[in-house]
């Protein structure tokens, strides 16, 4: 049974801080792993999706990278900003989305 | 793009009501999901459709819950009777299709209260 499990659950940095976000899972026979973000009182947001032959994706100042063999991602997010605070999702598919927990994320002014 | 549109946004009801949420896909989108989300559970699948034909229903906790896609761009999920432990917030989300590079596009959700 797969299990995502994302770590930290929450996170608070000063604007500008550049900092790394991470998802781990159990099964790798995944389709793809997706990042989404969710600001409160919304739906989800597709942020990133990466196959499961690709290595990583890129978009703006967001980074995410895919190990499948240690079942592992990461999303790096480059110069913060207030902007950013909301909850990170990540997600992997396999013949269906599972979800983590998330990390909420707080950045300072 | 309208992007997909779920109704109510809140509802609140009583224990024992007849509970309907509603959700209009994205046009051309062959695949339709409905999720939960609790704070103590995160966000778990419910159900979902892949060209109007239920896949999946494992996640459909109870015979209370019920879902059907009447049309390629409309799905509904009732709850019957309703249950204070049903309190969550429902989203729905679809897709061009399942297992690809393609995301899933999720609406606002709807946040569902029974007393």
Redesign the interface.
Known sequence: KQEVTQIPAALSVPEGENLVLNCSFTDSAI??L?W?RQDP??????LL?I?SSQREQTSGRLNASLDKSSGRSTLYIAASQPGDSATY?CAV?G????????TRLLVRP | DAGVIQSPRHEVTEMGQEVTLRCKLISGHNSLFWYRQTMMRGLELLIYFNNNVPIDDSGMPEDRFSAKMPNASFSTLKIQPSEPRDSAVYFCASSLSIGSDQPQHFGDGTRLSIL
Request: glycine share 18%; charged share 15%.
């Open positions: 389709y793809n997706q989404f009182g919304k739906g989800l947001t597709s999706l196959q999702l598919e013949y269906k989305l599972i979800f983590g927990s998330g």
